[in-house]
């Protein structure tokens, strides 16, 4: 844990990723010290995301310590105040590589990131997310949008909202 809170102060604009070799309560206690990526349902030998594909572990790559479905990790990170993202705008739009550092080192990103963090997390909820998850989920989206601190992006963030509500999908900033 100390490592982790280490490396988010040395270097606050970089992604700290962790698999699902980590037991379910270190991942959850990780996220507060500023791990910013998880994966979640992971399989890690040949076959596993087939029908009959459990999670084992035992025949995989490395053993699986966190067996939380996808909606199980949601929920959990979603109590705790925190949301997934399921954003691929920055690759969409060309925000990469040095391109995606020159925003990403004065934390200029993060105008980008929370708003599209919400507005996915919201397609995941109405596409996917059954009613427990869509309650807890959504007061994490209205915490969140109230949280941006550019006015403009926080309005645009609302109207994207409303339209996600009305169907329509895939939208960014």
Do not use: W
Request: hydrophobic share 30%.
């Amino acid at each position: 844990m100390k490592l982790t809170a280490i490396l988010r102060l040395a270097v606050p604009y970089t992604g700290i990723i962790l698999s699902t070799r980590e037991q379910s309560g270190l991942r959850d206690r990780l996220f507060h010290l500023g791990v910013s990526q998880i994966s979640a349902n992971s399989r890690t030998y040949p076959g596993g995301y087939t029908k009959n594909g459990d999670l084992s572990g035992n025949e995989g790559q490395f053993s699986v310590g966190d067996c939380r479905t996808t909606q199980e990790v949601i929920r959990d990170i979603s109590k705790d105040g925190f949301s997934p993202s399921f954003c691929t705008a920055c690759y969409r739009v060309g925000r990469t590589g040095k391109e995606f550092m020159e925003f990403a080192r004065p934390g200029e990103i993060q105008k980008f990131c929370l708003p599209n963090s919400i507005l996915s997390f919201k397609e995941y909820l109405l596409d996917y997310g059954d009613s427990e998850i869509r309650k807890i989920g959504d007061a994490v989206i209205q915490k969140q949008a109230s949280q941006i601190e550019d006015i403009k992006i926080q309005a645009a963030t609302i109207k994207k909202l409303e339209e996600i509500e009305k169907g329509k999908r895939d939208l960014y900033f």
